[in-house]
C-alpha cells in the first residue's frame, strides 16, 4: 500500500529509517535488524542516501531488495543536490522498475569529506525542485523533511515555514520531522504549519539516544535544543553504557506516548541499524 493510503487506513503508522551498511557483515546485521522489527508491523520503513547522494546505487539496491525480498513497503531517500535531472530520472526509473513507489524528497548537505561538492549547473537548489519534479511524473507518493526546531540554515522560523508550504504545495503528501528532543518544540511547529495552510500528515521523527556524544552531535548539527532535564540527565550517564541505553529508552517512550495521545499520525524511528532500542519502545507503548 502507498504510504499516504496507510495514513488513511491505519493509525499511527509506525516505520523505522535504516542506512546502508559499508560491508558485508554490516548487511547481515541490518537484515536481522530487520528480521527483528518485522514483527512490529511497521507501516514501511525508509532507506536513506548518503550525503551528496553518496550511496545511490546500495539505497536503491536495498530498497528494492527489501520490497521484493521481505515484502515490506519501503521507501528511498532521495537528495537532490548532487545530481543532474537526468541522473534524478534514472534513479527513479529503476525504482519504480523495482517496485519502489514511494520517495522522501530531499535537498540534502554538502558531502563534509568533499569540500569540492558543487550542485550541478542545471541541479535542484532546494527540495521544493525536486518534489516539482518527482510530482510531474505521477508515479510515486513523495515525503519530504520538515524541521520543528527550524532549519539551521533559514533565516528565522517564518521563512522556513514559507519554504516548507512552497514545497508541501508543489506535491508532498506528507512530512516528517528531523528529530526533536523536547515535545513542546513539535507541537508548536505544528501548530504554526497548520495555521501557514499545511494539511499533510507531520510525523515526529524519534531518534532513542545511543551514546551521549552521538546525540549531542546530532543536536548539534540541526539545531536540536535539550530539555534542562535531560541534558543534566546526559551528564549523570555519560561514559556509562547501560545507564545511556536505558534513559535513551526511557525518554523516547516518554516523547512517543505523549505523541501518541495527541494523537500525531505515525512515529518516524531514526533505528541507527540496530534494533534493541525501537522494540524496547514498542513493547512499552503497545505491549506484546
Ligand atoms: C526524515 C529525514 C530524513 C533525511 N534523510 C536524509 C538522507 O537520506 N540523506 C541526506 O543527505 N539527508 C537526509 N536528511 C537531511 C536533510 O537533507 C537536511 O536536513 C537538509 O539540510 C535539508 O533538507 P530539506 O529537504 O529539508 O531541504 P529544503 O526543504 O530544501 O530546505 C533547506 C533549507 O533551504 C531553505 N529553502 C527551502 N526552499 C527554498 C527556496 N525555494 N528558496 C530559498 N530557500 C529555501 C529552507 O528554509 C531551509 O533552510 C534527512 C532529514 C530528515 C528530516
New binding site residues.
Partial sequence: MAIPELFKARKPVISF?F?PPKTDAGYRALFETIEELKPLSPGYV?????????TREK?VDLTIEITKKLGLTAMA????TGFRPHEIGSILDQLYAGGVHDV??????PPKDDPSFTIPNDGF??????VEYIADRGQFSI?????PE??????DAA??????K??VDAGVDFL????FLDNAKFFDFVERARAAGITVPIVP?IMPIATVSGIRRMAGM?GTSFPAELAQELDRVDGDDEATYALGVRWATMQCRELLDRGVPGI?F?TLNRSPASREIHRNLFGG
Fill in positions: 529509517e542506512f525508509s532507506i536513506t542516501m548518503g550525503a551528496g547522494g553518496s539505497t531517500h532521495l537528495p537532490c522522501l524528497a530531499l535537498r540534502g548537505d537548489q532546494y527540495a521544493n525542485q525536486l515525503g519530504a523533511a520538515c524541521c527550524v532549519h539551521p540554515q533559514a533565516p521563512t522556513d515555514l514559507a519554504n516548507l512552497r514545497k516528517i520531522s528531523q528529530l521523527g540541526n518516524h531514526y
